[in-house]
């Protein structure tokens, strides 16, 4: 009986078409998961980077506000600081009391100034065992707080805001204080900061109108003064450059053109040490 033999059908690999296939199916997955991965790690550093937005935006507000609520404070038994006097309107002298003075480096102040690039603020009020510490933190002598053996002008603590970049090129809010012997860092982002100061025009303690520092024609009829920060990421979260304008308070539009997130915050601060 003859018996047919059958041949065993030999295993056979993919065909080039199908190789080709499937190369471009697994590369087109590929290339899906490293877009999601991308796309998710980019919105991941936006919010991250947004956060230190809000961080240092609150932080700046809460710094310049603080020093600003103090403006012409006196202790009860010193005198009403001049209108002039509750701002720095001129160059600031070192006073003397018992040896020691109260401004450390005169040189770190300038005159409170309008600046489309940014504005300068300084803050003027005297020292006492209550409230005796500049805008860095640091205590003036006892000897020169109100009381002391100095004068009231040894009594005097200044404070001076401005925008400025640190040593690895970041804007910053900076500030000098009468204790200071070099600018100090206040917030990192900082780019831009514009102050409009509320005039009482007819004494009943509300304000009339909000001018800019060169408009400022009696600094003693100033119950309040608005703030505004422009505050940049530090970080560029944007896959492509964008350009946008902000407008703070009275300024020009500052247009930017890059790929940093930016917000503006702002603040109205009642001064509420000052006679009118």
């Known amino acids: 009986m003859n018996k047919k033999l059958k041949k065993k059908r030999q295993p056979q690999g993919f065909s080039l078409v199908e190789l080709m296939i499937a190369m471009t199916i697994g590369l087109l997955l590929s290339l899906g998961t490293a877009t999601l991965y991308f796309s998710s790690k980019r919105s991941s550093v936006a919010q991250s980077q947004y956060a230190v937005i809000e961080d240092n935006g609150r932080l700046a507000l ?27 309107t001129s ?13 450390l ?32 933190g640091a205590q003036l002598p006892p000897a020169c707080r109100v009381g002391g053996v100095g004068t009231i002008e040894a009594s005097k603590i200044y404070n001076y805001f401005s925008v400025g970049v640190n040593a690895e090129g970041v804007p910053v809010l900076q500030c000098a204080g009468s204790r200071s012997v070099n600018r100090i860092e206040i917030a990192e982002g900082i780019e831009n900061l514009q102050v409009l100061y509320g005039i009482d025009k007819d004494n009943d303690n509300q304000v009339d109108q ?5 408009q400022v024609s009696a600094w003693n009829r100033i119950i309040s003064v608005q703030v505004a920060i422009l505050v940049r990421s530090l970080r560029e979260v944007k896959s492509n450059k964008e350009s946008k304008s902000y407008t703070l308070l009275d300024n ?14 702002s603040t109205i601060v009642r001064l509420r040490n000052v006679q009118l």
Not at 62 to 87: C, K, M, Q, W
Not at 252 to 265: E, G, H, L, V
């Open 62 to 88: 809460e710094v310049l506000t603080r020093i600003i609520e103090h403006t012409g404070y006196v202790a009860s038994n010193g005198s009403p600081l001049a209108g002039s006097d509750r701002f720095i």
């Open 91 to 103: 160059a600031v002298t070192a006073a003397n009391c018992g040896g020691q003075n109260n401004v």
């Open 105 to 136: 480096a005169p040189s770190l102040f300038a005159t409170t100034k309008n600046n489309i690039a940014g504005d300068s603020i300084g803050i003027v009020y005297l020292g006492d065992d209550n409230l005796n510490r500049d805008c860095g």
């Open 210 to 214: 909000y001018v800019n520092a060169d």
């Open 252 to 265: 020009s539009p500052i247009t930017k053109n890059d790929k940093y997130q930016r917000a503006i915050f």
